[in-house]
């Protein structure tokens, strides 16, 4: 299938629709039911998200946010909305917001630490997000494409070599690689500058108001994907 083909099926949507996904390390999300509205445009290079927009590790990031945080003193649940507002913020910056939101004073390497081992352990169980993993897959046949993700590079990695995405993409950008994560636009541009591509000549998948904000200030278009909270 052609790109324009791909984009063409994204912008009529899909509701409750079985698509076929394969994962090296991860459970298949086939069941969807999302609508993807793909502008039109000439767009030389694709930028994706990873955790919301390829693969629904959100919830399994709660998780792990919250059993970390209540190991660093926090008494209550951690608020999902709070969680899903931080999407896309680098790790060590989300310990840093939810600390201050909650008035606790924590040691943000040894949360940021903690967080990460207990999601590693459970990050197995995360599913495939069918539309823009059919369209990735479509578009790296003629386009080049970029993974820019506020996770740190090894976790960002583990996550694309167990969803079998890794071969997509001929840059993946992490926090590691920038000073200013999102919603800064730098994750952005140097994902647009490895790949060879202007920025206004992308087009980015983001799933999370901090990267959204992080694209437009990139001077790119971008693709919402619709939250999958649980």
Known sequence: MHVAA?????????????SVCVGRGMRVACAVSMKLDIPEGDFAGYIFDLDGTLVDTMPLHYRAWDAAMRRAGLAVPLDEDLFYSLGGVPTRRVAQLIAQHYGLTIDVEKVFHEKESLFTEIQQDAQLIAPTVEFARNAAKTHPMAVASGGPRDIVTR??????LLPLFRAVVSADDVVHGKPAPDMFLLAAKLIGVEPTRCLVFEDAEPGIKAALAAGMKVVRVPSRRR
Do not use: F, P
């Open 6 to 18: 791909a984009a063409e099926r994204m912008r009529r949507g899909r509701e409750g629709e079985e």
């Open 159 to 164: 996550s694309l070599e167990l969803a079998g």
